[in-house]
């Protein structure tokens, strides 16, 4: 992956899984954008989302995480932008394929529907698999511009 640098955020019902990722991003060397949230107190997430969406949008970073309960409100959020394409991810095979066929710069996770072993495994396929363009190109490329 060319940029070291990952966005992360969450709402209270991502915050343990967050942390956890955190963690092992710092381990591999990765510098942090941490745009919340640092708590479980709760907040709302489409907050969280359109921290993470910004940062990707303004190029803060090239990847980004999001976090929250089922990870399905957040994903829904962070995609309102078309710079982003997130993908709501449950295992290593959807990390690819997101990658591979979608180009995602964000993966969304559920903190209550995955393990954080299953969690930590698909975010390092995440940041590790590259595009494969061709035929997907011109399909992403309509992914942010849809017709009017």
Do not use: W
């Not at 209270?12 to 955190?22: A, E, R, Y």
């Not at 969280?48 to 999001?66: F, N």
């Not at 393990?115 to 309509?142: I, S, Y």
């Amino acid at each position: 992956m060319a940029s070291k640098i990952i966005a992360i955020a969450c709402d209270h019902g991502g915050f343990g899984l967050k942390s956890t990722l955190v963690e092992e991003l710092k381990k591999q060397g990765f510098d942090i954008l941490d745009l919340g949230c640092n708590t479980t107190d709760s907040v709302d997430y489409p907050d969280y989302a359109y921290k993470l969406a910004q940062a990707i949008k303004d190029g803060q970073a090239e990847r980004g995480i999001v976090v929250c309960g089922s990870g399905i409100g957040i994903s829904i959020a962070v995609n309102r932008f078309p710079e982003v394409r997130c993908a709501l991810i449950h295992d290593a095979l959807g990390a690819r394929m997101c990658r591979e066929h979608n180009d995602a710069n964000v993966i969304a996770f559920g903190d209550r529907m995955i393990g954080v072993a299953t969690a930590l495994d698909a975010m390092n396929v995440f940041l590790n698999t590259e595009f494969e363009g061709g035929r997907h190109a011109r399909r992403v490329e309509k992914l942010s511009n849809p017709p009017v």
